[in-house]
């Protein structure tokens, strides 16, 4: 057995333990792995980066991005809304940044994504149509995917196409451009970079019903003779009720097509939620019932969210020869989507580093599992 100390970088810092029976704080100096060594072997481990860790105005998230991660996702900055305000312009600003960031760090870069039906700038919504709402479609693909063919990795090419049930969404795109135009974004996307890794991403397609959805999308590109190079399970799960084996099977069943297999943006919700998914769009009702843990995360919700991160790597283990990326959708729980959504204000901890940036029970699970 090797000794990871030989080639892992440390990272040395203040861990604070608190004693919930006493009320007191203990403070140690522990050495802290890099997942990203840990698993170089196995899988990339991945990051959402915004705009303020972009801009490396976050000392303590740029030492932890540059210690921990060796793939990213923009958050944001990629999206059209941000990146194509206007009908004929187009803001690469801090696209750019990120791309250069990444460069200098030996990051790779997931951009994301193409096609989207939210967060589109509000001309595109306007578009009623058709031939004009294709030029914008097909100008925005050819504009953003060349200017970055060969200086990122991959693209997610369209983002939650599918209903729940594996049906398509109806969508502005399906409104305006009919069923096929997922494969014409991917015939697109493989003209204006074809230097650059394609993939379809969405939520719940590890679920058997959008699964199914989902694999007939993957193979009706596929017969048109388009490239796809791999699928993107999103993975927002939930405390206690990880799908194990509907996973498993989904990342079988990927593989099979040919497919490369990644998670995209995952995260663990430890608050109550009254629907699954991942629909930016729906929303439940403030109240104190929500928001249980404003103080801190009880240590008996911080043993189950371990248990089920480990749960979660073994199997991604078991599977490393079809799995090429785990990508955490923030560096720490602060910067979680899910303190907004899909109540707004609340305070979560979905992922493995808190907001002070230490290292969570749930990280120390899963750099376990490779010692």
Not at 64 to 85: D, G, R, S, V, Y
Not at 157 to 175: C, K, P, Y
Not at 206 to 231: F, N, S, T
Not at 274 to 297: K, R
Request: aromatic share 10%; net charge positive.
């Amino acid at each position: 057995m090797k000794c990871i100390k030989l080639f892992v970088p440390l990272l040395i810092v203040a861990i604070v333990v608190s004693s919930c029976s006493t009320g007191k704080n203990t403070t140690a100096t522990k050495q802290v792995p890099s997942l990203k060594e840990l698993y170089r072997k196995d899988f990339g481990i991945g990051t959402a980066l915004n705009a303020m860790q972009i801009e490396q105005k976050d000392p303590k998230a740029d030492a932890l991005i540059k210690q921990q991660f060796n793939w990213a996702t923009p958050e944001n900055c990629m999206k059209a809304e941000e990146i194509h305000p206007q009908w004929a312009v187009y803001d690469f600003g801090l696209a750019d940044k990120m791309v250069a960031y990444c460069k200098l760090n030996n990051i790779k870069v997931n951009a994301h994504t193409l096609i989207w039906h939210s967060q589109l700038p509000a001309f595109a919504r306007q578009i009623k149509n058709v031939d004009s709402f294709k030029i914008f479609f097909a100008d925005h693909i050819k504009t953003v995917a060349s200017r970055y063919d060969g200086k990122v990795s991959s693209w997610d090419v369209v983002n939650e196409a599918l209903n729940e049930d594996g049906t398509m969404r109806n969508s502005i795109f399906l409104q305006r451009m009919g069923s096929d135009f997922v494969t014409e974004a991917f015939r697109q996307a493989q003209a204006a970079a074809p230097r650059t890794e394609l993939y379809y991403n969405d939520y719940n397609n590890e679920q058997p019903a959008k699964r199914a959805g989902c694999i007939a999308l993957i193979k009706k590109i596929q017969a048109a003779g388009v490239r796809i190079d791999g699928v993107g399970i999103q993975g927002h799960w939930h405390l206690g009720k990880l799908p194990l084996k509907d996973i498993e099977e989904s990342i079988i069943a990927y593989s099979k097509l040919g497919l490369k297999v990644m998670f995209t943006e995952l995260d663990i919700e430890v608050l109550r939620r009254d629907f699954t998914g991942a629909d930016v769009g729906q929303a439940m009702q403030d109240g104190g019932a929500n928001n249980p843990y404003v103080n801190g995360l009880p240590d008996s919700i911080q043993q189950k969210l371990a248990d089920d991160y480990e749960a979660l790597f073994r199997l991604f283990l078991k599977h490393k020869d079809k799995i090429t990326r785990v990508t955490f959708w923030g560096v720490q729980d602060g910067q979680s989507w899910l303190n907004g959504w899909p109540v707004r204000g609340r305070t979560n901890y979905p992922l493995l580093f808190d907001r002070n940036y230490l290292p969570k029970p749930a990280f120390w699970r899963v750099a376990a599992l490779k010692k």
